[in-house]
């Protein structure tokens, strides 16, 4: 949506303190900046649209801060480009906190800017600047995010946008936040402000591995004759996979991924070690167990992973994680013992490591299985596997990416084959963040060829149905599945297990758990905020046309919704929850 300015009236002119802003986001390159209205920022929201023109970056409305946020992560998830977002004052803040810990857990960067009643009490205006000014607003999320600050000067502004926008990109990544007082914003500037080059504040370079480092490690993996590769926090970038790829042919190491971290490693390729799963699966645990050498390539929970595992694996740990750590939150994980830790991102310990080590001259050959053709049982309701089956089928002669899958996501039956295959989970496991970070990795792929698609349960989708607006509002294409089961259902297996350890009544598991009768009409909630949709789908021999229609819909531009029923008592395993 462009704006309505004629060329005339849309001359650049700095005149305000938000146009400082605004300008310097254009000069960042930020594409986009996601918002719920807040008067806290109208200075900015003015700028944003009669000083820029509503281009560059161009504005998008959504209908609540959580998924304001989320829409944020799942476009640098699909995308691998920040965006930045407004949140009105604390109490927009507030309402986006579980988004921000998510992509803080995730190490996603953006750029976060808030603002407050004035902070000067003087010219605050009755009631609400009051209720909405903070005396120190940072501090609810000042432990999960690379960078806080509160400028007070319009010049100070500058520096608070660069460095929030340096410290954000630099690795490990995540959220920065920008509180912009109501005033500060809206005063007119005195005299000229000059900006500066942008180029000069770049995001801090990768570092490469010291040569002591590299030395020891090519020793270790030389010497080692039972090798696992963990892959875990890794780059989007098709290059860096094949160089991942590389280096397990090289090293004849079994590669294990998590269902948690977006495709990172092919998983029909003979060195993975079978599908990947949401935590360790039984292959995997006897696998590193079996290994004297466990090469971490950024691994989420390392220290749990080996403690699961057992054996006696010396461990080279490859991450700069440790600079993003703090004890307010345990998102850090336990403390892992390693053999070797070169402090650099994985990347340039692969490249690195290849340069020493050679890759192979002939690369592994690597099996691409035709999916078989998909019957549903007519007699029966849908489960994940038939949906995994069904997906399976229908991605033949497509490029899809899965920006979402739910939990016991049948990945035996979808295999990943490259990057984008696959974006992974949210970080911080909380619900409702699945149709946000969907709409924004749509946005983010729209035009690329992909079609975007996110599966989820109804407890997520229901936790943040309103992004659906958003989708519908700017023509974003995508295809949202809910697998349906009508309650949340992982929490009824945790209920189970407690009454069973207590011999007491596992009839009763489901109550305040269930979401039914009344049934949601989630397809009439999808219609409801501007996108098409159907179901919900009861028969398993009705799940291929639906899914194909869902999908020729997002090839045609379109957001589309589609509601199936699973039976969650078939297909699925829970056994990770023992692990959980």
Known sequence: MKSDLTEKDAKPVLGWGSDIVAELLRRLGIKYVCVNPGSSFRGLHDSLINYLGNEKP????????????????????????????????????????????????????????GATGAV???????????????RDQGALVRHFVKWDEQPTTPRAQIDSILRAYQASNTAPCGPSYVILDRRLQEDALQGDIALPDIARYKPKAPATPSKE???????????????????????????????????????????????????????????????????????????????????????YDLADTMLQAGGSAKVISVSVDHHAHNSYSGDHQRLAPVDLDMAVEPHMAVAALLDRLKPPAKPMAIEQKRAPDFTGDPALTPTLADLGQAMAKLRDGRQITLARA???WPSASYPFREPLDYLGYDG???????????????????GSGRVVVGIMGDGEFLGAVSALWTAAHYNIPLLMVVANNRSYFTDEIQQETVARERKRPVANRWIGQRIDDPAVDLAGLARDFGVE?????????????????????????????????IDPSRGASFDWLSDA
């Open 533 to 565: 949709a159907e179901g919900p789908i009861e028969k398993a021999g009705d799940l291929f046309a639906a899914l194909e229609r869902g999908i020729k819909a997002a090839e045609a531009g379109k957001p589309y919704v589609i509601d199936v029923v």
């Open 406 to 408: 739910p939990l016991n």
């Open 58 to 113: 161009q504005m998008l409305l959504s209908l609540h801060e959580q998924s304001v946020v989320a829409i944020a992560h799942g476009y640098y998830k699909a995308c691998g480009e920040p965006m930045a977002v407004v949140v009105h004052s604390n109490v927009g803040l507030m309402a986006g906190m579980m988004s921000i810990f998510n992509a803080w857990c995730d190490r996603v960067p953006m750029l976060i800017l």
């Open 120 to 134: 000067d009490s003087a010219v605050r205006r009755n009631w609400i600047d009051w209720s909405h000014t903070f």
């Open 213 to 299: 480092a590299l030395d020891s490690a090519v020793a270790m993996l030389s010497a080692a004759k039972n090798i696992v590769m963990l892959i875990g926090r890794v780059s989007l970038d098709r290059e860096q996979w094949d160089r991942r790829v590389a280096l397990a042919e090289r090293l004849k190491a079994r590669v294990v991924t998590d269902l948690r971290m977006g495709a990172s490693f092919p998983t029909e390729h003979p060195l993975h070690g079978g599908p990947a799963d949401l935590f360790l699966s039984p292959n995997d645990k006897a696998a590193i167990g079996k290994a004297d050498l466990v090469l971490s390539l950024d691994w």
């Open 428 to 446: 911080g496991g909380g619900v409702g963040s699945g149709p946000g970070m969907t709409v924004g990795a749509a946005l983010a792929l729209a």
